[in-house]
């Protein structure tokens, strides 16, 4: 694991590297403070400038780009109770009314600490996790993936909103659907209508910028969010940033919640599908019940200790959401599943032997994490007044920006403008479904899961001479389909039951 | 019938009920590799199992909507909605990409962002032209003349050097 570490510490070190976990923590912390742009958007318009880069350089940028887009996301919550992303809604609670009395340099500060804090216990857990699931995965086949994905696909599936379960569901059977177009893993072509520019199927990129940053920028001017930010560069005008340090006490109070609140968020951000948003809410939720009743009491009107849990634990999630992704090769998460997305368009097959086949990759990700960390703290932190006053940029040119370097964004890979009105009409199909409340990021997972699943399946067939014993013979691929189908139908039928029983 | 289309799950899995059918029915007719067919796994065993399985779960689902009640409207929620700048842009978009290859990447991008600040409400004419040109010549320079990338200057420029 040393030499590992030096692997990871050479490569993150080089100049061009150190530059990209810069470029990555401003570009995803500018990205991640305009409301309704998230870490998914933040990426996927990351993506085509890391096509020119070393896989190595390509996954450090992205990696940067969502620490930055989860902070930034915090900072908006905190200065304008605007969330960038649904990870920081239970930022605001407490972040909000700190920075409206007057104190938001003190909210960014315990929320920057307790950011950096929160990924620091992540990185280390991650550190000591990973390369041992990875050798114990190692003794996988082909049917123990095949198993996996389909718990990858079932699992992101089930952890949805609530309510959303069969529709989560059906989006990551159209996520799968879609991966089927073009050639199937003989090679053959399928379902391509004779069209050349299916021939090689759907791009990823093209999907994954189709239904993020161009549906979320169209569904920005749809909610009326595009020229309403009036109230929101007045808001900026007003916000005080006073002093960024912590008094002793401050320091005292919410150590504990940090150190707790860590390993609560790395523990549900390595679930699949649990993610950010979650481990925030939780983190918030057990601080609330352990506080004093007195502490009880500033909950919601400017808490440190409420600010500081959601924030820790969401950033420990957003790390351990990298364990599933680097162990197993399945995504925990829509970021994840994106980044999932981006280094099988670079070649590199994340999974038990990215840490043998590919140490470079693997182990300079992870000190990279830690480097964003401390980019985001040293640097960030203090520049925040000035970054900040993105906000205060009028809406009707930062939307037509979004679109228009998206639309750039496909085009730059491909130079194919035939691909731009495939993204056009994928773009306006997903904002259909974002308005009907269909979740989009479960049929991103579908479609980046979709051809490792059939890949696997078809090898295990081979192995297993077209018998599908291997599902109940092979002990692990076993435990993973039971776990999978417990996993995905316990709220399948209490969907089910709540929805047919609340209407009578 | 107008009650039917006013439920988000219904529209949703009405939608994906059609795509379901259309893809199943394509999907019986692939080609079949009779080496595949031997391990019983060809090119569209898949494709038939996850299009049954769609078209199961969206049908499940338009059945469920109708036991549900009100919050699900599209009527309500649409009311609020800005429709007119986003079909606008729709609008925009689509001129941008059939444009593209013909005014080339300047003065399409141009053209674009500039219609686009303005039908979202930007009055300031100097300020906005600034903005659409001043990003695009950048990116430009940056693509061309930093990265060494080739942008399509357009047909109507060919046409001007010729």
Redesign the interface.
């Known amino acids: 694991m040393i030499d590992g570490i030096l692997i990871g510490l050479q490569t993150a070190f080089t100049p061009i590297n150190l530059l990209m976990v810069l470029v990555g923590c401003f570009a995803g912390t500018f990205i991640g403070m305009l409301p309704g742009l998230g870490p998914v958007s933040a990426i996927a318009l990351m993506i085509p400038v890391t096509y020119g880069l070393d896989p190595a350089s390509g996954l450090i940028l992205i990696s940067g780009v969502y620490y930055g887009a989860v902070f930034g996301g915090s900072t908006s919550a905190i200065l304008i109770n605007a969330p960038g992303v649904s990870g920081a809604v239970a930022t605001a609670f407490d972040g909000y009314p700190m920075a409206q009395s007057g104190n938001a340099g003190k909210a960014l500060a315990i929320a920057a600490y307790s950011s950096f804090a929160g990924g620091t216990i992540g990185a280390i857990l991650l550190l000591l996790c990973v390369p041992f699931l990875a050798s114990v995965s190692l003794s996988f086949q082909s049917s123990e993936y095949f198993a996996l994905m389909v718990f990858g696909c079932t699992a992101v599936a089930a952890f949805s909103g609530k309510g959303q379960v069969l529709k989560a569901v059906l989006m990551t059977l159209v996520g799968l659907i879609l991966a089927t177009v073009g050639e199937d893993p003989s090679g053959a072509q399928r379902l391509t209508f004779g069209n050349p520019e299916l021939s090689d199927g759907i791009s990823f990129l093209l999907l994954s910028m189709a239904t993020f940053a161009l549906a979320e920028a169209l569904s920005m001017i749809l909610k009326g969010r595009s020229k309403s930010n009036d109230s929101e560069s007045e808001e900026m005008a007003n916000v005080n940033f006073k002093s960024l340090k912590l008094s002793r006490d401050e320091i005292k109070e919410i150590a504990m919640p940090v150190g707790r609140s860590s390993v609560l968020g790395f523990l549900v951000g390595v679930l699949p599908g649990a993610g950010a948003t979650i481990a925030s809410f939780l983190g918030y939720g057990m601080e609330r019940n352990l506080a004093s009743q007195e502490q009880k009491k500033r909950f919601g009107k400017g808490s440190p200790i409420g600010l500081a849990a959601p924030e820790t634990a969401n950033n420990a999630a957003s790390t351990g959401s990298f364990v599933p992704l680097l162990t197993l090769g399945i995504p925990g998460s829509a970021t994840t599943a994106i980044m999932l997305g981006a280094l099988l368009s670079y070649g590199v097959q994340p999974g038990p032997r990215l840490f043998i086949d590919n140490p470079t990759v693997f182990w300079s990700v992870i000190v990279s994490m830690y480097l964003g960390n401390i980019v985001l703290l040293i640097l960030n932190l203090p520049l925040i007044p000035y970054i900040a006053k993105i906000l205060q940029v009028p809406r009707q040119f930062l939307t037509p920006i979004i679109l228009f370097l998206s639309l750039m964004g496909v085009y730059l890979v491909s130079f194919n403008s035939a691909e731009l009105s495939i993204m056009l009409v994928i773009g306006v199909i997903a904002l259909v479904f974002r308005i009907l409340e269909y979740p989009l990021a479960p049929m991103l997972l579908g479609f980046i899961l979709g051809g490792m699943l059939e890949d696997n399946l078809r090898r295990a067939l081979l192995i297993w001479d077209g018998s599908y014993d291997f599902l109940w013979q092979r002990p692990i691929t076993a435990t993973i389909m039971m776990v999978t189908v417990i996993v995905l139908l316990t709220p399948v039928f209490s969907e089910i039951f709540k929805r047919a029983s609340g209407k009578r | 019938m107008t009650n039917f289309f006013d439920n988000?799950?219904r529209?949703?899995?009405s939608?994906?009920l059609a795509?379901?059918l259309f893809?199943l029915r394509?999907?019986l007719s692939?080609?079949v590799?009779s080496?595949?067919a031997?391990?019983?796994?060809t090119?569209?065993t898949?494709?038939i199992f996850?299009?049954s399985?769609?078209l199961v779960?969206?049908l499940?689902?338009l059945f469920?909507s109708f036991?549900?009640?009100e919050g699900q409207s599209?009527s309500k929620?649409?009311r609020?909605?800005?429709?007119k700048?986003?079909l606008g842009?729709?609008l925009l978009?689509?001129a941008?990409?059939m444009l593209?290859?013909y005014l080339g990447f300047v003065l399409a991008?141009a053209l674009?962002?500039q219609s686009?600040?303005v039908l979202?409400?930007?009055r300031r004419l100097l300020v906005?032209i600034s903005?659409s040109l001043g990003?695009v010549l950048f990116?430009w320079l940056l693509?061309t003349h930093v990265?060494g990338?080739?942008l399509d200057g357009g047909t109507l420029y060919r046409v001007f050097v010729s």
């Open positions: 988000k799950d529209v949703g899995a939608l994906i795509f379901s893809y394509s999907s692939i080609p590799d080496f595949d031997e391990i019983g796994f090119s569209k898949l494709p996850l299009g399985c769609a779960i969206s499940l689902l469920i036991f549900q009640s599209i929620g649409a609020d909605y800005d429709w700048p986003v842009l729709i978009m689509a941008y990409v593209f290859s991008s674009f962002l686009a600040f979202l409400g930007e906005s903005v990003l990116l693509l990265f990338l080739y």
